[in-house]
Nanobody
Framework: VQLQASGGGLVQPGGSLTLSCAASGFRLGGYSIGWFRQVSGNGREGVAS????????YYSDSVKGRFTLSRDKDKNTVYLQMENLKPGDTAVYYCAARDAAWGARRWNRSNTYGLWGVGTLVTVSS
């Protein structure tokens, strides 16, 4: 049972990247997937979360309107499409899973997620 985040890289300001969070050993149905990011020395910041249904999407104010969540049930993968990236978006990005019964409650709190993937580094720089 694990999550694997991928898709990070170096991108110029204003550019786009799409991160993937692939689940193995379990089906994503019934789980919420949260995306967090961390800059060295800081705690993990909740960026976005996709609940049990595709209509349950939550975003932090810092990324709202620029980041978009989606899910591919056949691939058992959740995506975070990131557009108009800014240097302040530079961080290691992690995906995490929790029971979808949480709904919107504390979606951006890392301690409510029980399964974490290895992070992927996103660097926004010219």
């Amino acid at each position: 049972v694990q999550l694997q985040a991928s898709g990070g890289g170096l991108v110029q300001p204003g550019g786009s990247l799409t991160l993937s969070c692939a689940a193995s050993g379990f089906r994503l149905g019934g789980y919420s997937i949260g995306w967090f990011r961390q800059v060295s020395g800081n705690g993990r910041e909740g960026v976005a979360s996709l609940g049990g249904t595709d209509s349950e999407q939550y975003y932090s104010d810092s990324v709202k309107g620029r980041f978009t969540l989606s899910r591919d049930k056949d691939k058992n993968t959740v995506y975070l499409q990131m557009e108009n990236l800014k240097p302040g978006d530079t961080a290691v990005y992690y995906c995490a899973a929790r029971d979808a019964a949480w709904g919107a409650r504390r979606w951006n709190r890392s301690n409510t997620y029980g399964l974490w993937g290895v992070g992927t580094l996103v660097t926004v720089s010219s």
